[in-house]
């Protein structure tokens, strides 16, 4: 997130230039700080209630805007009156401006992860990771080769997720004063001397080729391009031509009107109608660019209705005056609330946090933030003075995380044995066998919970490669067990609720002497019928499923076994209700096994919880960490009808091993069962293999009845 000290873009030098086509922005513009505000509660409403604010994450991209307007125009200013640019002490302002409250942060988050009551002891080493990127500012490149999806509807991030957008400003001031004075000896060489009209020529090229390299990363390799540097080098230099264009500025009343409204107004479409499954950043991103850029260039300021105005009243700019300090302390806190002891999720909760969020950024700014800035032992001495204090304060934070994981790596490691031995040698009646078993009902279940809470993330199918992502369309076929061409030939295929079972039909197929054969891919049941919405990864579904069908056209099975999250949407398509085409989209699906002779097996999906019951596991009792079973079971799941009576067709149900007449829970003869808030362990999958093989041997034996 973009902060810069100042919001005064530069005065026109009155030096005599040629520069009728280029000039720099001049006036004080207050209302480019209730602008920022905008977009800071943007970021933090839709981080604490996502589904109220599905596209709040546009706000990002304003700060970007902001950030390209008045860095341009300052830097545009020194070059004027001075014809080149100081870069030392350009980048010292910036490093006592925005260091000290991102590395304090950073410093109490090293505290928070190094904690096994605020964070799991398996996430240490992603989180330590992510740190030490932060600390040196490539966070998003981190990101980036991960193939992070930021816009995840679940999952795990980590505290420090939310500074990619830090390390790419980092990025951005390094780059841009560099960028600018090439720019401005070319305008000395070939525009007459002029430098601002080199200047505009060059971040107007800029602006250009990367949009459309961020267009082409969008829709070819989506995850990293929501991150790279270059695919939102665009968005700055949008605001720098606000900032060196005279006529992109609106004075006119009712022009600035109109600009100004219709850019908030494109703020609020982006932040109400976009989605996690919006294909961003991409043409999508043009939307609360421009925005942005529109409120920015009405400057108007006549009557108290106008944007400008609205945006200057005092909230908005105290707002957005500690906006850089909630923006950093908002995800952490969000990110741990849920382990804290006694911490519920409820709307007092998290009303009660956002209060706590702005109070910190109010003190950071006032006791940090000010101080450090203006501290007279670095800000009146030599620029490199700032800079190599900035560099020692940064190894600081570097070497707390390394002591954190010397500190923490015995346990680490000693939780990755427990689960390695729990798979070998797991304790009698543990897990659904406690339920399913009629002889353990007299046995009492083990009094620890494994894997324990702060390693059930880790607790999952080691084979990633086999399960395709995001807006990837590649029909991944992996294949495990017996390689006799005679062994009796398993298909394993659906959602990320079939690829959890995929280390349970592993040890079967081994076991039994199966081939295995797989297909996943996240969010993407195997059903006809489309996904609701559209964009990118609704057609990458549709892709995969192609894909996959033309595969399987090639082979021949003798059982099939899919599995899919109940909450999926689907689009209504010529049905009355979404829920009837979902319904039609399984049988169909199905027949294409079930008319080829092939039964096809299938389990009515586990209960989805609102949040990782690990979180409260690991400072609570198991006993206080139920559910209500109405809460988290879909009673009108798709797959159950579609199930019901069909010829071929085998339904597995184990709701009542998760759950009872009125309660689900997260643990189940001492087996903890979910690794996240509706994916199971593969510990506690493993205790359902009983059940896994005889509907399997059943259906190799009789077939399609």
């Not at 799991?120 to 992510?130: D, H, I, R, V, Y």
């Not at 490539?138 to 193939?147: C, E, I, R, T």
């Not at 994981?405 to 044995?417: I, T």
């Not at 209700?577 to 389990?603: C, F, L, S």
């Amino acid at each position: 997130m973009p902060s810069v000290d100042h919001t005064v873009a530069p005065q026109q030098s009155s030096a005599p230039r040629p520069e009728k086509k280029a000039s720099v922005s001049s006036g004080f513009i207050p209302h480019v700080q209730g602008l920022r505000a905008i977009a800071v509660l943007f970021v933090v409403i839709y981080h604490f209630w996502p589904a109220r604010l599905s596209g709040g994450y546009v706000g990002v991209d304003v700060f970007f805007v902001i950030s390209g307007f008045l860095i341009t125009a300052h830097i545009a200013r020194e070059l004027t009156s001075t014809g080149t640019i100081k870069l030392a002490r350009f980048w010292a302002r910036r490093a006592r401006r925005l260091l000290p409250a991102s590395l304090l942060v950073l410093l109490v988050c090293v505290l928070m992860v190094g904690s096994p009551y605020l964070m799991p002891t398996s996430a240490l080493p992603q989180e330590l990771k992510e740190i030490a990127a932060s600390t040196f500012y490539v966070q998003n490149w981190f990101l980036a080769a991960g193939s992070t999806d930021y816009l995840a509807l679940s999952g795990n991030p980590t505290t420090v997720q939310h500074y990619w957008s830090l390390s790419l400003e980092e990025q951005f001031y390094v780059m841009w004063p560099l960028l600018l004075l090439l720019a401005a000896w070319l305008g000395v060489k070939f525009f007459r001397g002029d430098r601002l009209r080199g200047v505009l020529t060059v971040i107007g090229v800029i602006t250009v080729i990367t949009f459309i390299y961020c267009v082409w990363l969008t829709l070819t390799d989506p995850a990293p391009a929501y991150f790279v540097t270059f695919g939102r080098m665009w968005q700055f230099g949008v605001g720098g031509l606000i900032a060196l264009v005279p006529r992109l500025r609106v004075q006119n009343v009712v022009g600035s009107f109109i600009v100004g409204w219709a850019g908030i107004a494109a703020l609020l479409y982006s932040a109400v109608t976009f989605d996690g499954k919006t294909a961003f950043p991409g043409y999508a991103a043009l939307i609360p660019t421009l925005g942005a850029a529109a409120v920015i260039a009405a400057s108007n300021t006549d009557r108290w209705w106008y944007p400008t105005r609205l945006l200057s009243v005092r909230p908005m700019t105290f707002t957005g005056d500690i906006s850089y300090s909630l923006y950093l302390w908002h995800w952490p806190l969000i990110v741990v609330a849920p382990s804290v002891p006694f911490w519920g999720l409820t709307i007092y909760h998290r009303l009660t946090l956002l209060v706590l969020c702005f109070v910190l950024a109010w003190l950071t700014k006032k006791y940090v933030e000010d101080p450090v800035r203006l501290w007279r032992p670095l800000a009146d001495r030599k620029a490199r003075v700032s800079l190599w204090a900035s560099l020692a304060a940064m190894l600081v934070v570097a070497g707390s995380a390394g002591g954190a994981w010397a500190v923490n790596a015995p346990a680490y490691n000693a939780g990755l044995q427990a689960i390695e031995d729990l798979r070998n040698d797991p304790p009698p009646c543990f897990g659904a066998l406690s339920v399913l078993d009629p002889s353990c009902a007299d046995t009492p279940p083990t009094d620890e919970i494994l894997p324990a809470p702060g390693f059930a993330i880790v607790d999952r199918p080691t084979n990633g490669g086999c399960f395709v992502q995001l807006n990837d369309s590649t029909p991944a076929q992996c294949d495990f067990g017996s390689d006799d061409p005679d062994a009796p030939r398993v298909l394993l295929i659906g959602d990320s609720h079939a690829f959890q079972v995929l280390s349970a039909f592993r040890s079967m197929a081994e076991d039994e002497g199966w081939h295995l054969t797989t297909f996943f891919k996240g969010a993407c049941p195997w059903n006809e019928t489309p996904l609701a919405g559209s964009g990118s990864f609704q057609t990458a579904c549709q892709k995969w499923r192609d894909g996959v069908t033309e595969k399987l056209a090639d082979q021949e099975f003798d059982v099939v076994f899919t599995a899919s999250l109940a909450t999926t949407s689907y689009t209504a398509r010529d049905h009355d209700t979404a829920y009837q085409a979902a319904v039609e989209g399984y049988r169909n699906t199905w027949k294409t096994m079930t008319d080829k002779g092939t039964p096809v097996i299938t389990v009515i999906d586990n209960p989805v919880w609102d949040t990782d019951p690990n979180k409260c596991l690991r400072t609570r009792d198991a006993s206080t960490c139920t559910i209500d079973r109405t809460d988290v079971l879909v009673i009108d799941d798709p797959l159950r009808t579609a199930a019901a009576d069909m010829p071929g067709v085998t339904l597995l149900d184990f709701t009542d091993v998760f759950c009872d007449d009125d309660t689900c829970f997260p643990v189940i003869g001492g087996a903890n069962v979910y690794r996240d808030q509706d994916h199971l362990t593969a510990t506690f999958v493993g205790t359902l293999i009983p059940q896994y093989r005889e509907a399997i041997t059943a259906a190799l034996r009789d077939g399609v009845q």
